[in-house]
Structure formats: C-alpha cells, structure tokens
C-alpha cells in the first residue's frame, strides 16, 4: 500500500478546499472546453471548477485517491494515471494545471517527457498552472527542513519534513500523528527545481511563462521569503 493510499481517507482534512485557489484558476482557464487536474488528488478543487459547468478531467495516479474523488464529486471525469501518460487517456484538452507541489514528483528525466506529451495535446495560446514549494529559498538543500506541523482537528497533527537525497532530490517524510500514536508516516522522493530551472524546462517543451506569484491570493513571488511558487504558462 502507498503512501498516498494511506493519506486518502485523511487528505481533505490535512488539505481542505480552498476559495482563494478557485478564484485564482477559474479567470485563468477555459469557461469552456476540457481542462485537466493533473495529480488531482482527493478531487475537491477539481470538482469545484466542474460545479461551475467547466468540462473537467482529474488524473492521479492513487486509485484510493481517485475513488475519494469519484465517491464526491459526480460532475467531474476522474482515472488512474501517471502524468506522464496524460496523453493516453486525453487526446486533447483546452487548459491543465498541477497544484499542491505534483509536479516535483517527477525526475528531471521523467519532467521533461511529460512536459512535451502535454504540449502535444494543448492548442497555442492554452494556460498551463503550476503551483509548487517556493525551492529558490532552499535549495541546495544541506540539512533537514522541517515545516509547521497542520493541525488537522480532532488531536491530529501532520509532520513534514524535507532530508537530502541524492542527485538532487529530495527525501520527503510525513507522518500524521495522534498525541504519540502514528495514525500513518511515510517518504517519497522529489526533485525539485528553483524558479529559474522551472521556466527553463517549460521553455524548451513549448510553453511561455506570462505570471509569477508567491501564492493563489496573488502575492509577489521573493524567492527568499515566498512559500509558494506559483507559474502560469501560455503554450506557445
């Protein structure tokens, strides 16, 4: 069982629907056309977009996260799949986004594949949103980075903390905890990329940076105080 079957029955509660990242994709995307919700996880801003009748996919490769999604939110298509397959399962869509720190799952390798597969299936001129940890602050990453545990309600508490890898990635443990009972804990590897290294890769693949945020209320991104790195692209 992986990690993020583990984590379904608790995702909404760790990371509850918010407003502001409605507000900040629905003017970005497509009023209509297919918009794909790449790593979707247990649904909820996918399913929120979809309540406002825009055609949406969510892909993720849980099948316990998809099933939480499917079980929610009705008004949305949701399938298993890897990010770098999008093209097998959607042969073309008008608008995509991959929020909540995905994309960094991907190995440099692995990112630049699914970059050019997506390009192949969104017309010039289609928003792409990316939305990860802001890494320029830590990168390189020498020493354990612990963050703010989430008080998740109930006497729940989750615990993430970042460790170095190996050739650039990133060891990522969490664990959600009770007083001193682990209710679950696990580790993935990312590889992430600073803000400059992120446009680079989307320049090659065909794809336009046109805004930077630090955040879905539209902050200014500082690369040394800034929490999130937010991009919006334009295929070009």
């Given at each position: 069982?992986?990690?993020?079957?583990?984590?379904?029955?608790?995702?909404?509660?760790?990371?509850?629907?918010?407003?502001?990242?409605?507000?900040?994709?629905?003017?970005?995307?497509?009023?209509?056309?297919?918009?794909?919700?790449?790593?979707?996880?247990?649904?909820?801003?996918?399913?929120?977009?979809?309540?406002?009748?825009?055609?949406?996919?969510?892909?993720?490769?849980?099948?316990?996260?998809?099933?939480?999604?499917?079980?929610?939110?009705?008004?949305?298509?949701?399938?298993?799949?890897?990010?770098?397959?999008?093209?097998?399962l959607v042969d073309q869509a008008d608008g995509a986004y991959c929020i909540g720190n995905v994309l960094p799952h991907l190995c440099p390798g692995d990112l630049e594949a699914f970059l050019q597969d997506l390009a192949t299936i969104l017309p010039?001129?289609?928003?792409?949103?990316?939305?990860?940890?802001?890494?320029?602050?830590?990168?390189?990453?020498?020493?354990?980075h612990s963050f703010p545990a989430i008080d998740a309600g109930d006497g729940l508490a989750f615990d993430r903390l970042y460790r170095p890898g190996v050739d650039g990635s990133v060891r990522f443990q969490t664990a959600l905890r009770r007083e001193?009972?682990?209710?679950?804990?696990?580790?993935?590897?990312?590889?992430?990329?600073?803000?400059?290294?992120?446009?680079?890769?989307?320049?090659?693949?065909?794809?336009?940076?046109?805004?930077?945020?630090?955040?879905?209320?539209?902050?200014?991104?500082?690369?040394?105080?800034?929490?999130?790195?937010?991009?919006?692209?334009?295929?070009?």
């Amino acid at each position: 069982m992986s990690f993020y079957t583990d984590f379904a029955a608790h995702y909404e509660r760790i990371f509850p629907f918010r407003t502001a990242v409605r507000d900040f994709l629905c003017p970005r995307l497509p009023a209509r056309g297919r918009v794909i919700d790449l790593g979707c996880g247990s649904g909820h801003h996918c399913g929120a977009l979809a309540a406002l009748d825009m055609e949406m996919i969510g892909l993720d490769l849980d099948e316990a996260m998809i099933k939480a999604a499917r079980d929610r939110y009705s008004r949305a298509v949701f399938a298993v799949s890897d990010l770098t397959e999008v093209s097998v399962l959607v042969d073309q869509a008008d608008g995509a986004y991959c929020i909540g720190n995905v994309l960094p799952h991907l190995c440099p390798g692995d990112l630049e594949a699914f970059l050019q597969d997506l390009a192949t299936i969104l017309p010039t001129g289609a928003p792409w949103i990316v939305q990860t940890v802001n890494f320029d602050r830590l990168l390189p990453l020498k020493n354990d980075h612990s963050f703010p545990a989430i008080d998740a309600g109930d006497g729940l508490a989750f615990d993430r903390l970042y460790r170095p890898g190996v050739d650039g990635s990133v060891r990522f443990q969490t664990a959600l905890r009770r007083e001193k009972d682990t209710v679950f804990e696990g580790e993935v590897t990312l590889w992430p990329l600073t803000s400059t290294e992120m446009v680079s890769v989307h320049q090659v693949a065909g794809f336009e940076l046109v805004e930077q945020f630090g955040g879905f209320s539209g902050e200014e991104f500082t690369g040394q105080d800034s929490g999130g790195l937010v991009h919006v692209y334009r295929r070009t």
